[in-house]
């Protein structure tokens, strides 16, 4: 639970869902270069592992790496989701200003103030989703590419636009990871994608306005909570009261 010292950052449901993204584009990454390396078909050859049983795990991953995360947005906390979505949809001056310079969070120079997500991470999720997506259109297409249901010219557009996603969607996420499991300044966040938790005066210095914004709404929940008590106090202590007033009489 939170802290003096840490804030929550993620929910189960967010963190379920980035891991089951994460987890299972990296397993696609593995199986398709067995898949698309000469040299790594032979090596599997060599121990005996058919190809079409790669692709059928590569595909089986596929339908995962979609339907993963969909099952936690139908079973998980729809309404931490939706904070997600529109937290990343809205961006103001400071995102822009971010932009312009985006080695402040390498440099860890002062940077213009983020929310919950910074600019980088926003335009990274976009992408990735963007992604996905394309992953999901293109692998239908080559998966299908032997009942003749869709054209050649689109069977083959499919195959090079799902060679080019993964190269690019590779590149995103070792940059990912690097940031987040490897760069000494901006590592201390990846706790927050295993406990949901962060340090407070990391996650005040990387992300000043969502701090900002939460602590004056615990602020708030406090003053009401107090307020209720201050209220309540006087009515509980009248039959205390009453019952003095009896004996004395």
């Known amino acids: 639970m939170a802290s003096l010292t840490t804030i929550q950052r993620f929910t189960r449901t967010e963190r379920g869902l980035h891991w089951t993204h994460a987890i299972s584009f990296l397993l696609l990454l593995f199986t398709g270069c067995f898949l698309y390396f000469p040299a790594l078909s032979l090596l599997a050859g060599d121990l005996h592992i058919a190809h079409l049983t790669i692709l059928d795990v590569h595909v089986a991953l596929g339908a995962f790496y979609i339907g993963g ?84 010219w689109a069977v083959q557009g499919s195959v090079n636009l799902h060679d080019i996603l993964a190269i690019l969607t590779a590149a995103l996420v070792l940059g990912h990871i690097y940031l987040a499991a490897l760069h000494p300044t901006t590592r201390p966040g990846l706790s927050g994608m295993f406990s949901g938790y962060v340090d407070r005066v990391w996650v005040r210095h990387h992300h000043p306005k969502w701090v900002a914004q939460e602590e004056a709404v615990s602020s708030q929940r406090s003053a009401v909570s107090s307020s209720s008590q201050m209220e309540a106090s006087p009515q509980a202590t009248m039959p205390d009261a009453e019952h003095r007033l009896n004996a004395d009489r």
Request: hydrophobic residues 45%.
């Open 69 to 152: 995360p969909l099952l936690w947005w139908v079973l998980g906390d729809r309404r931490a989701l939706r904070r997600d979505l529109h937290e990343l949809d809205v961006w103001d001056d400071d995102d822009i200003d971010f932009l312009a310079s985006p080695l402040y969070v390498i440099a860890d120079k002062p940077a213009p103030p983020q929310g919950r997500f910074n600019a980088g991470q926003k335009i990274n999720t976009i992408l990735l989703g963007a992604s996905a997506i394309g992953f999901g259109v293109t692998g239908l297409i080559m998966w299908q590419s032997n009942t003749h249901f869709f054209p050649a």
